[in-house]
């Protein structure tokens, strides 16, 4: 029993192609090369003219183009001109993949059907020329770029290339030009289902060339050296038989019958408590490497068309596309940070404090910075502690092959220990990691402030505390800024770069070239409680233990928050960051706004007690542990989950609405990018702003939309 199948060659794409709107196109450049053997391979080197900054892209004109040339060397396969075909791409780039910007744009569902249809249409072609088809993957390729290697008889891939992968789950759209049918056919279920649905939702993680190739991707890996060279001898052996091209991965019937759907349903349960229910892209992911099976690779298309064609219509993707451009474009911009030539230059940092933050800063510090770091601490006891720490991770990057020996070496010498703050005399940028109280850390930063230079830039980390007021002791309080980062400090991508009244452009300006050295993505909030990501997330917590205390059982609280689409539940994600920093941020909360947080006693009764949450591996939380059911004090009158959705809705949308209002950032866009950056929002999401608009809680609690007109997707 067949499926449905396509006859692409009976479309009219004039409409896709009319729809392209101003298009930079991938050109397919064409030179015949004759091998050793004498036979001739076509060459097509895909180029869009632009520099490594702008990677090769598909977008219609661009498939237009490549079709053509594809028909053109059938004809000459043909007549017997050439012996095969090769693709490869412009130095250090095969091809990134689908044009977004182009997709995106796309006014309706019918245009994002031809677009997956055309992507099928002409990658296909590579494997109907009539001779053998090869990529020679010479650099980054993702998404569709990988799926043009996909399509093709035989691949290689240059030993240096930046990433591989499909990452399209991670946009809320799928593998939709190949990759959902060819991938699993070629490398076997269980690692098709790590290319394509589990690694973009470990943060769009991608695959290094050595690992792609023994998955079985590639069938040839070569240096950079000469990897043209290598991968032409190479195909010219294939071709004339002496080198034999082994599957090794391949699935076969045992696997086909028994192993794919066990790998399938575990998957989606694995699916289910990672991402919950509502994400459409990995489940629609699932369902497509599920059927391919079985069947042809005409019906695996005809799938995949159809699914690409529902989620490049769908909110999700419009969701997508408006975060994708946040942090691909505004999140290296960041909006209000004063000119860089204004910045110190930072030639040695202190780090006050030498407890678990304080070591983590001075690793990131000495690695990314590579400059001197002193940290200190009241006890040489706990400064040779917090030395050890240091060096111990710094031995597991070299144990991993991420540093070198010589390097390691060099960073352990950098960092130093001191209880005495006059060793801050030369340091240009000071931070504290000490405890979370206003007292302490004026208390800290006053010391220091007697040795450092005038002109030396401090920073607390704070997340929740009034910059304003710590620096209220100093000196110079214009040298204090806000540089919060989030835990594990080594994994978040987010800085909140807080600037108090006083603050000089030239201590807010270091902050931000300081955050970016690191390799963090910045973002300004004026000196507000909470500043962007804590105060919203104290909104979440707050309304869930309110729900708790009302008489709503855990379990049915964290059901309730699973469409706003956040990586965990409420009380998982304040098991993960501690019940007392979670109480804490509460109380500050509530002490600077006390008429719209919500302080929960239950909260600090539990933050008392250790493990307050029993857990299932396969379910997640199940319930509140027998110490934490001794304390809590509940209501009889527990809210509905709808009732719980919809009260954070607002509570969401109206503080958003007055934190703009107050100027706590410039636009809404940033704290969307602070949410996906800092909080782990799903891209999928767009952040909170676009759901919230999508589901009405703008209109009711804010005043009206923050985006006009809406993020949502196409009819």
């Given at each position: 029993?067949?499926?449905?199948?396509?006859?692409?060659?009976?479309?009219?794409?004039?409409?896709?192609?009319?729809?392209?709107?101003?298009?930079?196109?991938?050109?397919?450049?064409?030179?015949?090369?004759?091998?050793?053997?004498?036979?001739?391979?076509?060459?097509?080197?895909?180029?869009?003219?632009?520099?490594?900054?702008?990677?090769?892209?598909?977008?219609?004109?661009?498939?237009?183009?490549?079709?053509?040339?594809?028909?053109?060397?059938?004809?000459?396969?043909?007549?017997?001109?050439?012996?095969?075909?090769?693709?490869?791409?412009?130095?250090?780039?095969?091809?990134?993949?689908?044009?977004?910007?182009?997709?995106?744009?796309?006014?309706?569902?019918?245009?994002?059907?031809?677009?997956?249809?055309?992507?099928?249409?002409?990658?296909?072609?590579?494997?109907?020329?009539?001779?053998?088809?090869?990529?020679?993957?010479?650099?980054?390729?993702?998404?569709?770029?990988?799926?043009?290697?996909?399509?093709?008889?035989?691949?290689?891939?240059?030993?240096?290339?930046?990433?591989?992968?499909?990452?399209?789950?991670?946009?809320?759209?799928?593998?939709?030009?190949?990759?959902?049918?060819?991938?699993?056919?070629?490398?076997?279920?269980?690692?098709?289902?790590?290319?394509?649905?589990?690694?973009?939702?470990?943060?769009?993680?991608?695959?290094?060339?050595?690992?792609?190739?023994?998955?079985?991707?590639?069938?040839?890996?070569?240096s950079p050296a000469d990897?043209?060279?290598?991968?032409?001898?190479?195909?010219?052996?294939?071709?004339?038989?002496?080198?034999?091209?082994?599957?090794?991965?391949?699935?076969?019937?045992?696997?086909?019958?028994?192993?794919?759907?066990?790998?399938?349903?575990?998957?989606?349960?694995?699916?289910?408590?990672?991402?919950?229910?509502?994400?459409?892209?990995?489940?629609?992911?699932?369902?497509?490497?599920?059927?391919?099976?079985?069947?042809?690779?005409?019906?695996?298309?005809?799938?995949?068309?159809?699914a690409l064609a529902d989620?490049?219509?769908?909110?999700?993707?419009?969701?997508?596309?408006?975060?994708?451009?946040?942090?691909?474009?505004?999140?290296?911009?960041?909006?209000?940070?004063?000119?860089?030539?204004?910045?110190?230059?930072?030639?040695?940092?202190?780090?006050?404090?030498?407890?678990?933050?304080?070591?983590?800063?001075?690793?990131?510090?000495?690695?990314?910075?590579?400059?001197?770091?002193?940290?200190?601490?009241?006890?040489?006891?706990?400064?040779?502690?917090?030395?050890?720490?240091?060096?111990?991770?710094?031995?597991?990057?070299?144990?991993?092959?991420?540093?070198?020996?010589?390097?390691?070496?060099?960073?352990?010498?950098?960092?130093?220990?001191?209880?005495?703050?006059?060793?801050?005399?030369?340091?240009?940028?000071?931070?504290?990691?000490?405890?979370e109280e206003t007292a302490?850390?004026?208390?800290?930063?006053?010391?220091?402030?007697?040795?450092?230079?005038?002109?030396?830039?401090?920073?607390?980390?704070?997340?929740?505390?009034?910059?304003?007021?710590?620096?209220?002791?100093?000196?110079?309080?214009?040298?204090?800024?806000?540089?919060?980062?989030?835990?594990?400090?080594?994994?978040?991508?987010?800085?909140?770069?807080?600037?108090?009244?006083?603050?000089?452009?030239?201590?807010?300006?270091?902050?931000?070239?300081?955050?970016?050295?690191?390799?963090?993505?910045?973002?300004?909030?004026?000196?507000?409680?909470?500043?962007?990501?804590?105060?919203?997330?104290?909104?979440?917590?707050?309304?869930?233990?309110?729900?708790?205390?009302?008489?709503?059982?855990?379990?049915?609280?964290?059901?309730?928050?699973?469409?706003?689409?956040?990586?965990?539940?409420?009380?998982?994600?304040?098991?993960?960051?501690?019940?007392?920093?979670?109480?804490?941020?509460?109380?500050?909360?509530?002490?600077?706004?006390?008429?719209?947080?919500?302080?929960?006693?239950?909260?600090?009764?539990?933050?008392?007690?250790?493990?307050?949450?029993?857990?299932?591996?396969?379910?997640?939380?199940?319930?509140?542990?027998?110490?934490?059911?001794?304390?809590?004090?509940?209501?009889?009158?527990?809210?509905?989950?709808?009732?719980?959705?919809?009260?954070?809705?607002?509570?969401?949308?109206?503080?958003?609405?007055?934190?703009?209002?107050?100027?706590?950032?410039?636009?809404?866009?940033?704290?969307?990018?602070?949410?996906?950056?800092?909080?782990?929002?799903?891209?999928?999401?767009?952040?909170?702003?676009?759901?919230?608009?999508?589901?009405?809680?703008?209109?009711?609690?804010?005043?009206?939309?923050?985006?006009?007109?809406?993020?949502?997707?196409?009819?």
């Amino acid at each position: 029993m067949t499926g449905p199948m396509t006859d692409y060659s009976t479309i009219d794409f004039s409409d896709l192609e009319q729809a392209s709107v101003d298009e930079v196109i991938t050109h397919a450049l064409v030179r015949d090369v004759n091998l050793p053997s004498g036979r001739t391979i076509a060459l097509i080197t895909l180029d869009n003219g632009r520099d490594h900054k702008r990677p090769n892209t598909l977008g219609p004109l661009t498939l237009r183009e490549l079709g053509d040339t594809l028909d053109a060397l059938a004809e000459r396969a043909a007549k017997g001109e050439i012996d095969a075909v090769a693709v490869t791409g412009k130095p250090y780039i095969f091809a990134a993949g689908a044009d977004l910007s182009q997709i995106s744009a796309l006014s309706s569902r019918d245009l994002a059907l031809k677009i997956a249809q055309r992507g099928h249409q002409v990658l296909g072609k590579l494997g109907g020329l009539g001779v053998p088809s090869f990529s020679f993957v010479n650099g980054l390729a993702l998404g569709g770029g990988l799926e043009i290697a996909l399509n093709s008889t035989y691949r290689t891939v240059d030993s240096s290339a930046a990433a591989l992968a499909l990452p399209e789950v991670f946009l809320g759209i799928i593998p939709g030009w190949g990759g959902a049918y060819l991938l699993p056919n070629l490398i076997g279920i269980e690692n098709a289902l790590d290319v394509a649905v589990s690694n973009p939702l470990k943060q769009n993680r991608t695959l290094k060339p050595q690992k792609a190739f023994e998955l079985g991707i590639f069938d040839a890996i070569f240096s950079p050296a000469d990897f043209l060279e290598a991968s032409l001898r190479w195909a010219d052996g294939v071709l004339a038989g002496s080198i034999t091209v082994e599957r090794r991965n391949a699935p076969g019937k045992i696997e086909r019958s028994v192993k794919w759907p066990a790998a399938i349903k575990i998957a989606r349960s694995m699916l289910e408590n990672s991402v919950g229910p509502m994400p459409l892209s990995p489940y629609r992911a699932l369902d497509l490497l599920a059927k391919a099976a079985k069947g042809t690779k005409e019906e695996g298309f005809a799938r995949e068309d159809e699914a690409l064609a529902d989620l490049v219509a769908s909110d999700e993707f419009a969701a997508s596309m408006y975060a994708f451009d946040l942090v691909q474009k505004r999140a290296k911009r960041p909006v209000g940070a004063p000119d860089k030539d204004l910045s110190r230059a930072v030639t040695k940092v202190g780090v006050i404090g030498a407890g678990l933050m304080a070591s983590q800063f001075a690793l990131l510090f000495v690695r990314r910075l590579q400059v001197p770091v002193v940290i200190t601490d009241v006890s040489q006891e706990r400064v040779e502690k917090g030395i050890a720490s240091i060096h111990d991770e710094i031995a597991k990057l070299e144990g991993k092959g991420r540093l070198d020996s010589d390097t390691a070496n060099r960073l352990r010498a950098l960092v130093t220990g001191t209880t005495d703050k006059a060793d801050f005399a030369d340091c240009d940028f000071v931070i504290e990691a000490v405890f979370e109280e206003t007292a302490v850390k004026q208390e800290v930063f006053r010391e220091v402030e007697r040795f450092i230079a005038d002109d030396a830039i401090l920073a607390t980390n704070t997340s929740s505390l009034s910059v304003e007021e710590i620096g209220s002791v100093l000196s110079h309080p214009e040298r204090l800024v806000g540089f919060h980062f989030f835990n594990p400090v080594a994994v978040m991508p987010l800085v909140e770069v807080v600037r108090t009244p006083q603050a000089s452009d030239e201590a807010v300006a270091t902050a931000f070239v300081v955050a970016k050295n690191l390799r963090k993505n910045a973002i300004g909030s004026a000196d507000a409680p909470g500043f962007i990501v804590n105060r919203l997330l104290a909104k979440v917590m707050g309304e869930a233990s309110r729900a708790v205390d009302e008489g709503a059982d855990v379990v049915d609280v964290e059901k309730a928050f699973e469409p706003l689409g956040l990586p965990m539940g409420p009380f998982e994600l304040i098991d993960l960051v501690g019940w007392k920093v979670a109480a804490h941020v509460q109380d500050t909360m509530v002490k600077h706004f006390p008429e719209r947080f919500y302080a929960s006693p239950n909260l600090h009764a539990i933050a008392e007690i250790d493990d307050p949450l029993e857990r299932d591996k396969k379910r997640g939380i199940t319930g509140w542990s027998k110490q934490a059911r001794k304390v809590i004090e509940v209501g009889s009158s527990p809210a509905s989950n709808d009732q719980i959705l919809r009260r954070v809705e607002d509570q969401l949308a109206q503080e958003i609405r007055l934190m703009l209002d107050e100027k706590v950032v410039p636009e809404v866009e940033d704290i969307d990018l602070a949410l996906i950056l800092g909080a782990g929002w799903p891209m999928i999401d767009g952040g909170a702003t676009p759901y919230l608009d999508r589901v009405g809680a703008s209109e009711r609690a804010a005043g009206g939309d923050f985006h006009s007109p809406r993020i949502v997707g196409v009819k």
